[in-house]
């Protein structure tokens, strides 16, 4: 049984950064892509940044530059860290299991969300 559970979002100034993490358990994440999507209330869900298992990384081209994606495999855990901090990057922020790196479209298993809102 997968669980992804996140933490780490907040209220933050425009220019801010916040740390998003992802507690994984049920899954051997180090063996496949993880990644973190984003989805604003009457907004399609939008695939954010992916790592894979030999630890190449994906952005949209919304994030890269301001982004980092990483991954902690003895904690079982996955980080989005964020810099720079628009108003439009505000939106809810999944951690996802199983995901299509490339494209960032297809994510196979999510957690619960955190909130992130930056004004």
């Known amino acids: 049984h997968v669980q992804l559970v996140e933490s780490g979002g907040g209220s933050v100034q425009a220019g801010g950064s916040l740390r998003l993490a992802c507690a994984v358990s049920?899954?051997?994440?180090?063996?496949?892509?993880m990644g973190w999507f984003r989805q604003a209330p009457g907004k399609e869900r939008e695939g954010v940044a992916a790592i894979a298992s030999d630890g190449m990384t994906s952005y949209a081209s919304s994030v890269k530059g301001r982004s980092t994606i990483s991954k902690d495999n003895a904690k079982n855990t996955l980080y989005l860290q964020m810099n720079s901090l628009k108003p439009e990057d505000t939106a809810m922020y999944y951690c996802?299991?199983?995901?299509?790196?490339?494209?960032?479209?297809?994510?196979?298993?999510w957690g619960q969300g955190t909130q992130v809102t930056v004004s």
């Open positions: 996802a299991a199983d995901c299509e790196i490339t494209t960032l479209r297809y994510f196979g298993y």
């Open positions: 049920g899954y051997t994440y180090s063996s496949y892509c």
